[in-house]
T-cell receptor
Framework: NAGVMQNPRHLVRRRGQEARLRCSPM?????VYWYRQLPEEGLKFMVY????????ESGMPKERFSAEFPKEGPSILRIQQVVRGDSAAYFC??????????????FGPGTRLTVL | QKEVEQDPGPLSVPEGAIVSLNCTYS??????FMWYRQYSRKGPELLMY????GNKEDGRFTAQVDKSSKYISLFIRDSQPSDSATYLC????????????FGQGTTLQVKP
């Protein structure tokens, strides 16, 4: 049973370029969460999505960042016009959404974004 | 003041020691409490998941929640070098947002 998949694992972008991070949740999971981990800091919540719906985006920066979880395919976290401060590890987590463990979140391996 | 406080350490113990990791929090609405283990440059791995107050044991790991003191703990018995990692506490309220609030993480080193 594959866990949460994220790709790419490492992504290098120059300032001003776009970054697209992909997340495939665990099989049977319909809820996806994105977190960001800056060096020497804990994980910070960014956004919570269900299929075709954004449930909570209170942690998303107001500009340049967007997320989606379409009916088919992976969830995408998109960062436009990246700046050096966007360099971080971005983690995706998923949860079943139903059942006794409906809100237990399982994390993927992360995408490490480096902005030159 | 951060919502969740966790001593970053590092904490160094000899193999076989009992390890105690702790977090305090300020938001009385938190109902779900978790401990994650994160190895260097890897994703967090869910270790323990508890609801409200009380104890939960799983193998060498015991999680305790004291809501009256807003204090949670993770105990590791018979610690092993393979337990060397960063341990993150996380918590959330009973609302439907699913948003987890994490502590900074405590780095643990178990020396052979």
């Amino acid at each position: 049973n594959a866990g949460v998949m994220q790709n790419p694992r490492h992504l290098v972008r120059r300032r001003g370029q776009e970054a697209r991070l992909r997340c495939s949740p665990m099989k049977g999971h319909s809820h996806v969460y994105w977190y960001r981990q800056l060096p020497e800091e804990g994980l910070k919540f960014m956004v919570y999505l269900q299929k075709e719906n954004i449930i909570d985006e209170s942690g998303m920066p107001k500009e340049r960042f967007s997320a989606e979880f379409p009916k088919e395919g992976p969830s995408i976290l998109r960062i436009q016009q990246v700046v050096r401060g966007d360099s971080a590890a971005y983690f995706c987590a998923s949860s079943p959404g139903t059942g006794s463990s409906y809100n237990e979140q399982f994390f993927g391996p992360g995408t490490r974004l480096t902005v030159l | 003041q951060k919502e969740v406080e966790q001593d970053p350490g590092p904490l160094s113990v000899p193999e076989g020691a009992i390890v105690s990791l702790n977090c305090t929090y300020s938001n009385s609405a938190f109902q779900y409490f978790m401990w994650y283990r994160q190895y260097s440059r890897k994703g967090p791995e869910l270790l323990m998941y508890t609801y409200s107050s009380g104890n939960k044991e799983d193998g060498r790991f015991t999680a305790q929640v004291d809501k009256s003191s807003k204090y949670i703990s993770l105990f590791i018995r018979d610690s092993q070098p393979s337990d060397s990692a960063t341990y993150l506490c996380a918590m959330r309220s009973s609302s439907n947002t699913g948003k987890l609030i994490f502590g900074q993480g405590t780095t643990l080193q178990v020396k052979p």
